[in-house]
């Protein structure tokens, strides 16, 4: 929702209405209502199917898949469901959430509600609990990583696929683990 | 803060006034307000000394020490300034946070500025920023899988020091990391 993250960075969150969101997006407040419950929503949207989708991912991977390997194949899932949309808001979301304790807060929790997914998923093919909230919080710093890369607005032509940058994240993460010990 | 926790485990944080927990705490309302900016405030306090310690203990590690090494010394600084009553109100917060949205993105938050804390230190000593990042969420988990297994009520004697849970999370999060790939 291009319209209320540009408020969000213009005037602040909490100086900003629902009514000024659905005016700028050209929607009436009963159609802003029916998409989302509050404003804070806007901004949460999408992420039950961010982890639904890294889930997916994981639990489809091969039965001998490694750990990071079902990690992965989770990031290429949701990298095949991302569209210029999803993109275009990276910064914008990001310049909204960093001006925002409140919106800091429920970012933090999104990546909580990532990492517990990826470890659920993982459990569920036989990884152990440890190694399975490893290889989770390794996913979401890859798709962070990645994310960021990706959206990044410096980009002057098409960046190509979300995948191909948080796989090169997860494959540095990969190498770095090799070297903390 | 203990009647503070005891009041939000039975009756909901939502539901909990400040008049209240001073009553329960045999704190005049007055006297709640000169420690406390507000009722959030009381599951937040420490949240800054534990950043802190992290912090000072990778930055005294050895110049030559490896990241997680230097993670572990983090760790071991926190578990020195740890008391009983650290340790018992383990569980009364982790029944608050588990019972309230809010608290649960207070609590997310909490960890993303431990492991920025970390990270920071880590990058300080010459660590590159991704390789800072996982041995900072390494540290992260290590401390959580530790802090749980230390606060335990289970334990029907003195369960030592939080270092030596934390530390051996640590060593199994790292055997792990062997093991994803």
């Known amino acids: 929702m291009l319209a209320a993250l540009d408020l969000f960075a213009e005037q ?4 900003t209405t629902v009514a ?4 700028k997006a ?12 509050d404003k804070r929503e806007v901004l949460v949207a999408g992420q039950e199917t961010l982890s639904r989708l890294l889930s997916e991912g994981i639990e489809a991977a091969p039965a001998d898949a490694k750990p990071l ?4 194949a989770g990031l290429r899932r949701v990298s ?9 808001i990276g910064p914008r979301l990001h310049a909204a959430v960093a001006a925002n304790r ?3 807060e429920r970012s933090a929790l999104k990546s909580v509600g990532m990492a517990e997914a990826m470890a659920e998923a993982l ?19 890859a798709f962070k990583i990645g994310y960021g890369q990706w959206s990044d607005p410096a980009h002057d032509s098409d960046p190509g696929e979300l995948a191909t940058y948080a796989l090169a994240a997860l494959d540095e993460l990969r190498a770095a683990s090799a070297e903390l010990r």
């Not at 000024?20 to 005016?23: F, L, P, R, V």
């Not at 390997?69 to 992965?72: H, I, K, N």
């Not at 095949?80 to 275009?88: G, H, L, S, V």
């Not at 459990?123 to 710093?141: I, K, M, S």
């Open 69 to 72: 390997d079902a990690v992965a």
């Open 123 to 141: 459990r569920g093919r036989g990884t152990g609990d440890v190694p399975a909230q490893l290889a989770a919080e390794l996913g979401v710093l």
């Open 20 to 23: 000024e969101i659905a005016a």
């Open 80 to 88: 095949d469901a991302m569209t210029p949309f999803n993109r275009e």
């Open 12 to 15: 602040g969150y909490d100086a």
């Open 26 to 37: 050209g929607l009436t407040k009963s159609t802003f209502f029916r998409h989302f419950a």
């Open 102 to 104: 409140e919106l800091q």
